[in-house]
């Protein structure tokens, strides 16, 4: 789960919207890219790079996955990486015995947009700027695929010749496909020499050679991009990339996205706000739904929060990291997994759209056990277990708050209140937060629920100074149920790492080690291994697992060719046509 990322929806206001004239930057005088022109909105903000070594933010991966091929294909039907896929420069690979080093061979009929051959030394570039990355120099999230002292991750990459890249890892790991898709092809004959420099890069907001389906044509800040196709693009469904253009054009927020959306400003939505959904259905919009990839969660600090402290020390021995009094105890967190209703809170806060989770994997995981059935909903058992676990109801008043008498770690008298944060501005992470507080109330539990500025709320989260939090990930494609960064102690970083709650099980961890080192990497192989780990997770509770979201895709009647695929919109937009509404 490296590529998990934490999972920010901005709430929306209601209001009317302006009509906004929207041109294309340049038509092109070609054979190919006929088709019209496809505009989505944005409301996440300008895009800040549209380099893909430096991209992290949502809006500057759209514009990427345009303009840029892959350095390796899924296959969409399956979400798996497979060789020989369209958009990606790697043809086929070799792995050594011992499963540390992939041979990868690439195209070798794949070009610029200036004509310059793509080869193996576009991926060297990149290489060094994840290496520049992890010294601190450049600004890139990829650093992520370092191998870290005792972790997972590369070593080394070299390219013996123009169409040859071996990559070393430190270890033999069935995430490593995952880790070599980082590689992205950097296009050198328009970048620093330099990578050190690259962070500032004229390239970066005018990338003039592209490799995707559609070129660069304008960036106008605070309006929109426009991309052009490409009539070099090698790997064009029909021969030729079909659409003129593709715009992302700015809008206020998620609520305005549909409003223009159903005027027809717009062709494309990408996630509509949940409470829009039924308002899309309503038109003659071509609609796909799916069980996606977002899920919210509520977290519990299970170490002292007033003095944190990493999960291990320089040498990988465990550090003596104290308990948090309340939720220092699973069986109190156990307790209080049964006094939450789920499907009340996906009925009233996501309009429905939503699965409860039975565990830390998705619904929709191949790895997923299916017949594991969510904790259920039951008060009464709730309130048993609170009594069991030391906290008792000692005057006889639901609406005060229980005291602890032999509770596990917090000293006798101690009240069961807490604070629960989330970030401010997300309207369905509120309403979720107020229906946890009137839950919980009615078994004695007082929450103090806070919304509070997001960047704020990451810095408590990763200081660990927090009692509980209500956040979300969005799982990385292609699925990689890998839960080293959020569930054992290698993740466990005061200040920096994902497993904020300092949730440690030695059998977790032993069974996630094993998941990702199976021989041969089948998911037949490794699915039953993740399938124990959820059992695990269940029981130990460090997060209450809430509802995966909803997936959802809408196009105008109009926009032939529209065939999206689970977490995968614009996989074919080079065969996208505007053409007569139905």
Not at 34 to 55: H, R, S, W, Y
Not at 446 to 469: C, E, H, P, S
Not at 508 to 533: H, W
């Amino acid at each position: 789960m490296n590529r998990l990322a934490r999972l920010l929806t901005f709430g929306v206001a209601i209001g009317a919207f302006a009509a906004l004239a929207v041109v294309p930057a340049s038509a092109q005088d070609t054979t190919c890219c006929q088709g019209g022109t496809i505009i989505e909105g944005n409301f996440g903000g300008d895009v800040k790079t549209m380099n893909p070594i430096l991209a992290s933010d949502t809006a500057s991966q759209r514009i990427i996955s345009l303009t840029q091929i892959g350095f390796l294909g899924v296959d969409v039907d399956k979400g798996a990486y497979a060789p020989n896929e369209p958009g990606a420069l790697v043809k086929t690979w070799d792995v050594s015995a011992d499963g540390k080093t992939y041979t990868f061979h690439l195209r070798n009929d794949l070009v610029w947009s200036d004509g310059t051959p793509i080869t193996s030394a576009d991926v060297l570039y990149t290489w060094k700027a994840i290496q520049a990355a992890g010294k601190g120099t450049v600004d890139s999230p990829l650093a992520y695929v370092l191998a870290a002292p005792g972790q997972s991750g590369i070593t080394d990459v070299q390219a013996p010749d123009a169409n040859t890249v071996v990559v070393t890892f430190s270890s033999s790991e069935c995430t490593a496909l995952g880790e070599a898709s980082a590689l992205v092809p950097a296009p050198t004959q328009a970048l620093p020499a330099d990578v050190t420099q690259l962070n500032d890069a004229d390239y970066n907001l005018n990338p003039t050679v592209t490799s995707g389906p559609f070129t660069f044509g304008e960036f106008r800040p605070g309006e929109q991009v426009t991309v052009n196709g490409n009539p070099t693009y090698k790997d064009a469904i029909k021969g030729v990339v079909e659409p003129t253009s593709y715009i992302y054009k700015n809008v206020p927020d998620a609520n305005v996205d549909v409003d223009q959306f159903i005027a027809g400003q717009l062709n494309v939505v990408d996630s509509p706000a949940v409470a829009r959904r039924a308002d899309i259905r309503a038109t003659n919009a071509q609609v796909y739904s799916y069980s996606g990839d977002a899920w919210d969660y509520l977290a519990f600090n299970q170490a002292d929060p007033t003095n944190p402290q990493n999960a291990l020390d320089d040498k990988g021995n465990p550090i003596d990291q104290g308990h948090h009094p309340l939720f220092g105890d699973v069986a109190v967190r156990q307790a209080l997994s049964h006094a939450i209703d789920v499907n009340a809170i996906i009925k009233a806060a996501l309009f429905g759209e939503g699965t409860q989770m039975s565990s830390f994997l998705l619904p929709s995981s191949w790895a997923h056990d299916k017949s594991l059935a969510p904790i259920t909903y039951d008060p009464k058992l709730a309130g048993q277990m609170l009594d069991a676990a030391g906290f008792i109801d000692d005057d006889n008043d639901p609406s005060t708050p229980r005291v602890a008498k032999g509770a596990k770690y917090a000293p006798d008298g101690t009240k069961f209140e807490f604070t629960l944060y989330t970030n401010d501005g997300n309207a369905r992470r509120t309403a979720i937060g107020q229906l946890v507080q009137d839950q919980l109330a009615q078994i004695g539990v007082k929450v103090d629920f806070q919304t509070i500025d997001f960047n704020t709320l990451l810095d408590i989260m990763n200081g660990q100074t927090f009692d509980a939090i209500i956040l979300g990930w969005r799982n990385g494609y292609p699925d990689d149920p890998d839960a080293t960064s959020l569930f054992t102690p290698t993740g466990d970083v005061v200040g920096s790492g994902n497993n904020f709650t300092s949730y440690s099980n030695p059998d977790f961890t032993k069974l996630n080690t094993e998941a990702k080192s199976v021989a041969g990497c089948a998911t037949a192989d490794r699915a039953p291994i993740y399938q124990q780990m959820e059992k695990i997770m269940q029981n130990d509770v460090p997060y209450i697992w809430l509802e995966a979201q909803n997936g959802m895709y809408a196009a105008g009647a109009n926009v032939q060719g529209f065939d999206p695929r689970p977490d995968q919109m614009i996989w074919n937009v080079d065969a996208w046509k505007i053409g007569a509404t139905p």
